[in-house]
């Protein structure tokens, strides 16, 4: 438990459920040491436990790794295959939460990222988006959250080098999550 409280406007207590259709989860990574690839996946389920406090909310989240898209079917089935993820024996990414933080007046969540069956400690930097009802009565709340992971932590460790120097694909992979969750209980 934290001994620090902060008031965030239209913070509600209690559960809250991801909403799929108005969330995603993308990345992007070096290609060829001269641009950026991009893609998304589907977010399968994450589900926020917001106490009174909320530094003191936690989270758990399943990313849907055959749902990989990068607007290249080639492409997007070698990163499914045992080079890469290997969604055949691990078909989601998780993140659990272990605490909610602020340093230097931006908002930190700490947890366990877990790709291809390897669990790392990652650090994702949260802007919350706001509060607000949808036109059904429903109350919303709408985040992005940003970290920048090291995929060969992962076993992500394929690459081809290029005939001009360097590699095809870039270590560093940033994991941006736009996320739009409904208020359950």
């Known amino acids: 438990m934290t001994d620090t409280t902060i008031d965030i406007p239209g913070y509600k207590a209690g559960t809250w459920k991801l909403d799929p259709a108005h969330s995603e989860v993308s990345f992007s990574v070096r290609h060829m040491m001269i641009s950026k690839v991009r893609g998304t996946f589907g977010v399968k389920d994450a589900t926020i436990v917001a106490p009174e ?25 070698h990163l499914r295959s045992g080079d890469f993820f290997d969604a055949e024996n691990h078909p989601t990414f998780d993140f659990v939460s272990k605490g909610v933080r602020i340093e230097d007046g931006e908002f930190l969540v700490d947890g366990d990222l877990t790709i291809r069956g390897v669990t790392k400690p990652a650090t994702f930097e949260l802007e919350f988006g706001g509060f607000g009802v949808d036109p059904w009565g429903n109350y919303k709340a709408g985040a992005t959250a940003k970290t920048v992971v090291n995929r060969e932590d992962f076993g992500l460790t394929w690459n081809a080098a290029l005939e001009t120097g360097g590699v095809l694909v870039g270590k560093d992979v940033t994991i941006t999550l736009d996320l739009q969750g409904s208020f359950a209980e």
């Not at 909310?57 to 749902?67: G, H, L, M, Q, Y």
């Open 53 to 77: 406090n909320p530094l003191e909310a936690r989270v758990e989240a399943t990313v849907d790794v055959t749902s990989v898209d990068t607007k290249d079917e080639g492409r997007d089935a």
